[in-house]
């Protein structure tokens, strides 16, 4: 048994036997299907069964699914940043979060496609309830995270998670994916939560926390979708922030929303990796001397670096405009893709409706107005 197992992917020894037990699951026939339209069951379905190993299956199916993915809903994936990574080098890349799945999904492939070592990834257990799904995500190298439990339970788990960090990153060589805060992004301000710095520290052991940072080597990594193929299902819970409500989500939304993200149009999307924080870590060190106000000043390194390095694209300057009701920004898009803008904002939303039309700008607006306010804090 080993401390892990109750958070940690499949061993590669036992892949081949999870496989075997989801081969012929109907969730499995439909994703194969949609990966390998023009193969015939028995041919996906034999290659499935020799499968022994988390890479080989990440590599000879869910690459070319996200590649599918990519191809039937999106414009195309661009990236910056990562000739700065080494080979066989295992990294903790803290990302801003804006899709469930799309998110790891497509810093793997471009770690793959960099020839370098791909990721084992936080995942919360609202998301894998159903057991194939549970399944899925462990074929994939994801680790969970438990969440809305006791006080108690939730130090000893956050604990867990810190050390399978320390040790998938030290002991094992595999690079780690962390979100900077618990949840999805849902109206545009990406926050690093402090408590997701916490949880880390927490497995430093011996070593002084500024060593351990550093020798965990952040990396700031930031993703932006042009089109957010989860708009309209992130509305509810903002409006009832709006109305200062709690937000009770629906049967299987979660579920919902996995698949909204997976399958809806996205247009261009952006991946970024940030600098090191190697020279900033010691630089926190020296100026603050309580580990509270170290993590804090942490985390808004990490959201400098995060926002910098985000992709704007014309819907977030577009609906910066409407939201105000002016022009400032019309050189960064076309009257064309302002009226697709519009027209997509009109079908799925209720438009007498000023509190959700407002809602809805500034989850588009949101990251210019961020990076705007970093750029003159910077000066």
Do not use: C
Request: hydrophobic share 40%.
């Amino acid at each position: 048994m080993s401390k892990f197992d109750s958070i940690r992917p499949f061993y590669d020894s036992e892949v081949n036997g999870a496989l075997k037990e989801v081969a012929a699951h109907p969730m499995m026939k439909a994703m194969m299907n949609f990966t390998f339209p023009e193969k015939k069951d028995e041919e996906w379905t034999g290659q499935l069964l020799k499968t022994h190993s988390i890479r080989d299956f990440q590599i000879n199916f869910i690459y070319h699914s996200v590649q599918k993915v990519l191809a039937v809903s999106s414009s195309g994936l661009t990236t910056s940043g990562f000739e700065k990574l080494q080979p066989n080098t295992a990294y903790l890349f803290i990302s801003n979060h804006r899709d469930i799945i799309l998110d790891t999904s497509l810093l793997n492939t471009t770690l793959y496609e960099h020839g370098l070592l791909m990721t084992t990834s936080a995942i919360g257990d609202n998301l894998v309830k159903k057991p194939f799904l549970k399944t899925l995500s462990r074929l994939t190298r994801n680790f969970i995270v438990h969440r809305g439990l006791s006080s108690k339970a939730m130090l000893e788990y956050s604990l867990l998670n810190s050390e399978y960090i320390r040790d998938a990153i030290f002991s094992q060589n595999r690079s780690v994916w962390i979100a900077q805060r618990e949840g999805r992004t849902k109206d545009g301000m990406d926050l690093t939560q402090k408590g997701v710095l916490k949880m880390l520290s927490k497995a430093a052991g011996d070593l002084p926390l500024q060593d351990y940072l550093i020798k965990l080597k952040i990396v700031p990594v930031s993703i932006s979708y042009e089109n957010d193929p989860t708009d309209m299902l992130k509305m509810p819970e903002l409006l009832a922030k709006a109305r200062e409500e709690t937000y009770v989500k629906q049967k299987n939304e979660d579920f919902r929303t996995l698949m909204s993200g997976i399958m809806g149009q996205k247009k261009r999307i952006h991946i970024s990796v940030g600098d090191f924080l190697d020279d900033e870590i010691r630089s926190i060190f020296k100026e603050e001397k309580t580990v509270n106000k170290q993590l804090q000043a942490l985390a808004g390194v990490l959201d400098r670096e995060i926002v910098k390095n985000y992709r704007l694209w014309p819907t977030n300057y577009i609906a910066l405009d409407l939201l105000n009701q002016s022009e400032a920004h019309k050189g960064q898009y076309s009257l064309q893709e302002k009226m697709e803008f519009e027209e997509r904002m009109s079908a799925g939303l209720a438009l007498n409706n000023p509190v959700a039309v407002k809602n809805f700008l500034a989850m588009y607006a949101n990251p210019v107005i961020h990076k705007e306010k970093m750029q003159l804090l910077a000066t």
